[in-house]
């Protein structure tokens, strides 16, 4: 589970199909581990970068289904913790 500190704004929600209000789901990595973000976040640059490599990995076509991000879970929790800080 993810640290204290990241619980009020990322999660892993595997638990539930439903996503809060104002907040997107998303897959990372390989394990495909569910995780809800603000959507405040898919307009801040680092995460603009995120974006684009799933565009590159995967175009439009997400295999899971929803939006999935090609990244380990430690990089994708670097940036979230970068972005709630920022």
Same mark, same amino acid.
């Given at each position: 589970?993810?640290?204290?500190?990241?619980?009020?704004?990322?999660?892993?929600?595997?638990?539930?199909?439903?996503?809060?209000?104002?907040?997107?789901?998303?897959?990372?990595?390989?394990?495909?581990?569910?995780?809800?973000?603000?959507?405040?976040?898919?307009? %801040? +640059?680092?995460?603009?970068?995120?974006?684009?490599?799933? /565009? $590159?990995? #995967?175009?439009?076509? %997400? +295999?899971?289904?929803?939006?999935?991000?090609?990244?380990? /879970? $430690?990089? #994708?929790?670097?940036?979230?913790?970068?972005?709630?800080?920022?």
């Amino acid at each position: 589970m993810l640290c204290g500190c990241l619980l009020s704004r990322i999660w892993d929600p595997s638990a539930t199909k439903i996503v809060a209000k104002g907040h997107c789901s998303i897959r990372r990595g390989t394990s495909k581990r569910r995780f809800m973000i603000p959507i405040a976040y898919l307009n %801040h +640059p680092l995460f603009k970068g995120l974006l684009n490599m799933a /565009e $590159e990995e #995967f175009g439009f076509d %997400h +295999p899971m289904g929803g939006l999935t991000i090609p990244c380990s /879970e $430690e990089y #994708f929790i670097g940036i979230s913790k970068m972005l709630k800080f920022s």
